[in-house]
Nanobody, 115 residues
């Protein structure tokens, strides 16, 4: 059974930073492209960042230069470093494979950016 467990979300002020963590069990992340997705209140879930097995990264235009996705294959973990946070980054953040698998969604972690 695959489990993706996200953590690290919090409430921060604009300009702040957070580092999200996604620990996987039941799958070996080394063979998957991995992504971070987010869903804002009333919005659709969107892909924020992804990283290939070879280390190629892609980002949503609105987070380029502020967010960085990384992975530690030995720990079977994916990270999302988020800097210069803005109120529009407020959302529940999830990790999943890319392309996503509907049966892999975890509970997500809440990020709130507000003054």
């Amino acid at each position: 059974q695959v489990q993706l467990v996200e953590s690290g979300g919090n409430s921060v002020q604009p300009g702040g930073s957070l580092n999200l963590t996604c620990v996987a069990s039941g799958i070996m992340l080394t063979i998957y492209q991995m992504g971070w997705y987010r869903q804002a209140p009333g919005g659709q879930r969107e892909l924020v960042a992804r990283r290939s097995t070879g280390g190629v990264t892609n980002y949503l235009d609105s987070v380029k230069g502020r967010f960085a996705i990384s992975r530690d294959n030995l720990k079977n973990t994916v990270y999302l470093q988020m800097n210069s946070l803005k109120p529009e980054d407020t959302a529940v953040y999830y990790c999943n494979t890319f392309p996503k698998r509907d049966d892999y969604w975890g509970q997500g972690t809440q990020v709130t950016v507000s003054s």
